[in-house]
């Protein structure tokens, strides 16, 4: 139903309905490179063919959508939506960039600078699946309709702002999905990202496929990710001994009472462990810089004392250091962290370090046997399976290169379709018919079955009646004849909703928080079916079109294909 003049000034008024109130609504893109500019050069010159040929205000409608899952898998994670809301709120030409474009295209009249400084997205219409969406091939991620010179200029930052972003979603998610439910992940990237831009995005997507936290410090800021961090190995090897501290009291938690030498306090709980007999007698002398770095650490960060054991010998050395500082700062009222370890096998390192743990029980510390072991070094998905397999007791993954680099694939592939130009459905045909479009306007629905999983994807005509709980419906797929089945959904779920109305009436879906998207995308991948996670041999999910919509993409096929002739 159209909007009354009056409910569109209410709306003007609260800075609703407008181009301006929707952008002051939705802020500045993260990332300030994200301009009018960054878009590829041939963009341009399309626009100025379509503005030579008095085409550029012709209504035309694009699909965002990839073709395959992502890491041998089948199943993909949506995410990038509002950066792209958020680049489109603030699409606009400075005079600088005007500046630019004359320099660089001699050849175009004037007036098409002009027409470009008045250019924004107030004509364009965005829908979209909710970010954090479980996602499949061929389905839009998103629908963009607008005058077509503009929605042409968006095509290029879109495809940059949804491909790393839902391909690093999905490897986050996959790492989550093999670690388990109650394994903490930490994403460790920043220093192995592709620059910076690499890094932020790595964090924020990361975060919002399953990790708990980032080493990432501008992340966290922006983004209000929890950060965590230790120490490195450079900090350990930088001591040389016990004498390098000269503060070595340490008051108690409670703020009672002060020990004065901590560092003694130290020494005593070592020597307790190196004869205690619930542990074996096997600790011997350990390094002695390494303990001075524990210490160090541990007067700085009390309640917070995490070490980094393996930079001389863990077992030997690292191992029983921690035990006598944690033990120390346990008589002052504070409980250790935990270890990380960086080396060596860890599903063993792991397995002994908790025996040691639940051995300084004995010392009347209830509880440290479950100190919390963190591993990294160099880990990905196939690593953690296999400590799975071989039976660890690993806490926390700390995740880096491998995870941001999203090293098995280097992208995901998205593509930006026209389906439609003034009203007129277009396909782009291919001999691989996997690179074959889906023209039209189109409605996404998800089918779910009787178990609560959903069961398929559909896309109809947009002039189609939706699908309908309980119902009896044919799914095709879109190319193959004879894959085909009746479907009765027991719950059905449209998946475009609109972000960006444009000048339209349309209600706009609300772009919410990154902790909600987070619990979305966990909560969709509960949904799946096990058989479609699964990391080996996973089962295909299923796409599909209405019978009308199957039998309209043949139709126009056969009418767009040139027929050949034989000689």
Not at 106 to 128: A, H, I, K, Q, T
Not at 337 to 358: N, P, T, W
Not at 404 to 422: D, H, P, R, W
Not at 508 to 525: F, H, T
Request: proline share 5%; glycine share 6%; aromatic share 10%.
């Amino acid at each position: 139903m159209a909007a009354t003049s009056a409910q569109r000034a209410s709306a003007d008024a609260n800075g609703n309905g407008t181009h301006a109130g929707m952008a002051a609504q939705v802020g500045a893109p993260t990332n300030p490179m994200a301009t009018a500019l960054l878009t590829d050069q041939y963009q341009f010159s399309m626009a100025y063919a379509y503005w030579k040929a008095g085409k550029h205000a012709d209504r035309a409608v694009f699909d965002l959508y990839f073709r395959k899952n992502p890491f041998g898998g089948e199943f993909t994670v949506f995410a990038g939506l509002e950066e792209c809301i958020k680049f489109i709120a603030n699409f606009k030409f400075t005079e600088h960039d005007i500046s630019f474009l004359q320099s660089v295209m001699p050849m175009c009249e004037g007036e098409f600078f002009d027409y470009l400084r008045e250019v924004d997205c107030s004509d364009v219409e965005v829908y979209s699946i909710p970010e954090g969406s479980v996602v499949f091939p061929k389905v839009p991620l998103m629908r963009v309709e607008g005058p077509v010179a503009v929605v042409q200029l968006l095509e290029t930052p879109f495809v940059n702002l949804i491909n790393y972003a839902s391909l690093v979603t999905t490897n986050a998610a996959r790492h989550r999905h093999v670690a388990g439910k109650s394994k903490v992940l930490l994403e460790f990237g920043l220093r192995r990202a592709q620059g910076p831009d690499g890094a932020i995005s790595a964090s924020k997507y990361c975060f919002m496929g399953g990790f708990d936290a980032t080493s990432n410090v501008l992340a966290g800021n922006l983004f209000g990710i929890p950060l965590r961090g230790t120490h490195s190995h450079a900090f350990v090897s930088s001591y040389m001994s016990l004498d390098e501290i000269p503060n070595k009291a340490l008051r108690s938690k409670d703020g009672s009472r002060v020990c004065q030498d901590f560092v003694s306090l130290v020494q005593e709980w070592l020597q307790k462990i190196q004869v205690a007999d619930s542990l074996g007698g096997v600790f011997g002398d350990t390094n002695q810089s390494e303990l001075a770095a524990f210490v160090s650490y541990a007067l700085a960060f009390p309640s917070n004392f995490l070490a980094l054991v393996d930079t001389y010998d863990v077992m030997r050395s690292g191992i029983p250091n921690f035990c006598a500082v944690a033990l120390a700062l346990h008589d002052l009222g504070y409980k250790a962290s935990g270890i990380r370890l960086d080396s060596g096998d860890l599903a063993y390192l792991s397995i002994e370090a908790r025996k040691v743990f639940r051995a300084v029980e004995e010392f009347n510390v209830p509880g440290f046997g479950r100190m919390v072991i963190t591993a990294s070094n160099d880990l990905n998905e196939e690593t953690i399976d296999a400590l799975n397999k071989q039976g660890h007791e690993v806490d926390a993954f700390g995740i880096g290169t491998y995870l941001v680099t999203c090293y098995s694939q280097a992208a995901l592939g998205c593509v930006f379709k026209l389906v439609e130009i003034n009203s007129k459905p277009r396909i782009k045909l291919s001999e691989d018919v996997a690179k074959v479009s889906i023209p039209c306007k189109k409605r996404c629905f998800r089918l779910y079955g009787k178990e609560g999983f959903p069961l398929v994807d559909i896309m109809i005509r947009e002039s189609e009646p939706s699908p309908k709980a309980g119902e009896r419906i044919l799914c095709r797929h879109p190319f193959i004849e004879s894959k085909r089945a009746y479907v009765v959904p027991q719950h059905v779920e449209e998946l475009l909703q609109c972000y960006w109305p444009g000048r339209s009436d349309k209600p706009r879906a609300e772009l919410p928080s990154l902790d909600k998207i987070r619990s979305r995308c966990m909560q969709q991948l509960e949904k799946l079916r096990p058989d479609h996670i699964r990391r080996l041999n996973p089962t295909p999910y299923k796409v599909s079109v209405s019978a009308k919509l199957y039998d309209f993409i043949h139709c126009l096929w056969l009418n767009e294909a040139p027929v050949g002739e034989l000689q």
